[in-house]
């Protein structure tokens, strides 16, 4: 079974930024997309942002538009999230999700087999 193994989460100051990373267990993982999504407490998980491995066409969320890049790397073979003037409301566990079929609904956590196990974003005012 693949894992997504994530990191780079902590906790930042109102307007900082970080830079989140995720990549399959198995280096020889095929993705068709992969995404993050994040979940505050008491709220639903929400989608935050993917990319169609091939191509790199991207999806946002509106919230998060102009501020987060999603990028990834072939050689690597990992997703990165880099998340600028970061604000409290961008306070969430972080999941990297990933989909080796072909899908059309990116923003859906049902599209989505592989989970990451989540890390922590703090934003403090």
């Known amino acids: 079974q693949v894992q997504l193994v994530e990191s780079g989460g902590g906790l930042v100051q109102h307007g900082g930024s970080l830079r989140l990373s995720c990549a399959p267990s198995?280096?020889?993982?095929?993705?068709?997309?992969m995404g993050w999504f994040r979940q505050a407490p008491g709220k639903e998980r929400e989608f935050v942002a993917a990319?169609?491995?091939?191509?790199?066409?991207?999806y946002y969320a509106d919230s998060v538009k102009g501020r987060f890049s999603i990028s990834r790397d072939n050689a690597k073979n990992t997703v990165y999230l880099q998340m600028n003037s970061l604000k409290p409301e961008d306070t969430a566990v972080y999941y990297c999700?990933?989909?080796?079929?072909?899908?059309?609904?990116?923003?859906?956590?049902?599209?989505?087999?592989?989970w990451g196990q989540g890390t922590q974003v703090t934003v403090s005012s």
């Open positions: 999700a990933a989909v080796a079929r072909r899908i059309t609904v990116y923003r859906a956590t049902w599209s989505y087999d592989y």
């Open positions: 198995e280096r020889t993982f095929s993705s068709y997309a």
């Open positions: 990319i169609r491995w091939s191509g790199g066409i991207t």
